[in-house]
């Protein structure tokens, strides 16, 4: 029996992660976006909202709709997001471009009320500093087979953990942990990935 690859050459001659697969877009993610260093309290808010929607589903049903995501959400602008109300969350809801799911969208707009009153009280890139205390102080070995790559991490489950005890939801440790992936916390490229470091 074969191990499962964990890198794959593309069409353009580059070694990626497998998970990359043929799909342009794909690559295109993996190359110039995740596990790439992500600041901001917009971004990481985005980036949350992302995630937690991708709960369920492939990253890349997400990512494919990530523009109507952002005009869903007025470019996850958090004071503006913070202010929907339910007429909002039925608007969204019923909007085909994205994914209809009214615990998902609901879920954006608490994120988003609590991410406000954190600012509020820490200041700009609270949420910023928030997420990346939770950065791994020993970085992970890199992944070398499918066995060595993990969903979450004692990180993870602590960020997890810290904000749902500030009012956010859909904020799981494995969510978490792919939010740590994607905004550069961790470095999962695997071995033989052109990224790898």
């Given at each position: 029996?074969?191990?499962?690859?964990?890198?794959?050459?593309?069409?353009?001659?580059?070694?990626?992660?497998?998970?990359?697969?043929?799909?342009?877009?794909?690559?295109?993610?993996?190359?110039?976006?995740?596990?790439?260093?992500?600041?901001?309290?917009?971004?990481?808010?985005?980036k949350?909202?992302?995630?937690?929607f991708?709960?369920?589903?492939?990253?890349?049903?997400?990512?494919?709709?990530r523009?109507?995501?952002?005009?869903?959400?007025?470019?996850?602008?958090?004071?503006?997001?913070?202010?929907?109300?339910?007429?909002?969350?039925?608007?969204?809801?019923?909007?085909?471009?994205?994914?209809?799911?009214?615990?998902?969208?609901?879920?954006?707009?608490?994120?988003?009320?609590?991410?406000?009153?954190?600012?509020?009280?820490?200041?700009?890139?609270?949420?910023?500093?928030?997420?990346?205390?939770?950065?791994?102080?020993?970085?992970?070995?890199?992944?070398?087979?499918?066995?060595?790559?993990?969903?979450?991490?004692?990180?993870?489950?602590?960020?997890?953990?810290?904000?749902?005890?500030?009012?956010?939801?859909?904020?799981?440790?494995?969510?978490?942990?792919?939010?740590?992936q994607?905004?550069g916390l961790?470095?999962?490229?695997?071995?033989?990935?052109?990224?790898?470091?």
């Open positions: 029996m074969s191990e499962t690859p964990i890198t794959l050459m593309g069409a353009d001659g580059i070694e990626r992660c497998a998970w990359a697969g043929g799909d342009l877009e794909y690559q295109r993610y993996h190359d110039t976006e995740w596990g790439r260093p992500l600041h901001s309290d917009r971004a990481l808010f985005e949350i909202s992302l995630e937690g991708q709960a369920g589903l492939s990253w890349i049903t997400i990512l494919r709709r523009a109507a995501f952002r005009r869903a959400f007025d470019d996850f602008d958090i004071a503006r997001v913070a202010r929907f109300t339910e007429v909002d969350i039925e608007r969204l809801a019923n909007e085909s471009s994205i994914i209809r799911h009214r615990g998902k969208i609901r879920a954006v707009v608490t994120n988003a009320r609590v991410t406000a009153a954190l600012i509020a009280v820490s200041g700009a890139g609270a949420l910023d500093r928030l997420v990346w205390s939770f950065t791994p102080v020993t970085p992970r070995p890199r992944p070398r087979t499918a066995a060595d790559f993990v969903a979450t991490s004692p990180e993870s489950t602590a960020l997890s953990t810290e904000l749902r005890a500030r009012g956010f939801s859909f904020v799981g440790p494995t969510t978490m942990y792919a939010l740590m994607s905004a961790v470095d999962d490229h695997a071995e033989g990935c052109f990224l790898a470091r």
